[in-house]
DNA sequence: CTTTTATATGAATATATGTTCATATGTTAA
DNA sequence: TTAACATATGAACATATATTCATATAAAAG
């Protein structure tokens, strides 16, 4: 069990101190709300989303998502670090051509993971 | 069935062309990128996710939410704005003051529900 | 070894987003 | 009706992020 370090509110300071405080037990402490929230800025841009949903079911180099996507090289490259840094992509030399594909074959269950854990809610 | 407008690429333009264009006809459209990339907006913040867990079992005044995540009173408001017009939140005021709570009973299964429309892999 | 092609990356810029301040709105109590 | 309190909101500001440009790196071809 891990020991989390509380400040209660107490009765002077707030009316409802009492629901707030029972909250605050339940709260995601704030590195699980930093890594939480990460994972949703990886995907809450259209280029990434766009990337992401080319690759789903196939592997791809940089020109054609370049190609496919319409967009600048540079672009395309520094999006792909943001995603390889996040381990959510992986890829592959073949001579002068990288391949990206997914890193995960479940992105889909990953992220459902991290719902359930930090999102289920109590009976 | 919907009618898409897609450009082909020729074989002169791009070695791996036909791929290219096998991708092209599975890719979402601007729409629902955009759509998919707004709901990962609202989760992609520390603030709003705090606020979020903070009602995933109870409902809090805006001066609660201020006391319970140490915030001024004016950052909650904006963030709670967010919220409602996602429509991910839902208010009713008693006296002065008013209580937010969310709006669906089930987000988990909503993301859930985006994530296999838009994420669901060929086999 | 030089040139060409594919990709990566640092720096500059543009843009979007979150927070704060000041103040408006709406409700209750005096 | 006025004062006090809770919340909302526009504007200013600070910060984060995406895109572009220029250039570096790395592999292949000549």
Redesign the pocket.
């Known amino acids: 069990m891990e020991e989390k370090e509380l400040e209660f509110i107490c009765e002077e300071k707030h009316p409802h101190y009492q629901k707030i405080n029972e909250v605050k037990c339940t709260e995601p402490d704030t590195e699980q709300i930093e890594t939480l929230s990460n994972m949703f ?1 990886l995907f809450a ?4 989303l766009r990337i992401i949903c080319s690759i789903l079911n196939t592997e791809l ?3 054609d998502l370049c190609e496919l996507l319409d ?5 395309v ?6 995603l390889r840094n996040a381990k959510l992509v992986k ?1 592959r ?1 073949e ?4 391949y990206y594909s997914l890193q995960d074959e479940h992105i889909e269950q990953i992220i459902r993971n991290k719902f359930s854990t930090y999102f289920r809610r109590g009976g």
Do not use: F
Not at 71 to 75: A, G, H, R
């Open positions: 800025k841009d259209n280029t990434r180099c940089v020109c967009l600048n090289q540079s672009t490259s520094h999006q792909l670090q943001i890829y030399r001579g002068k051509q990288i």
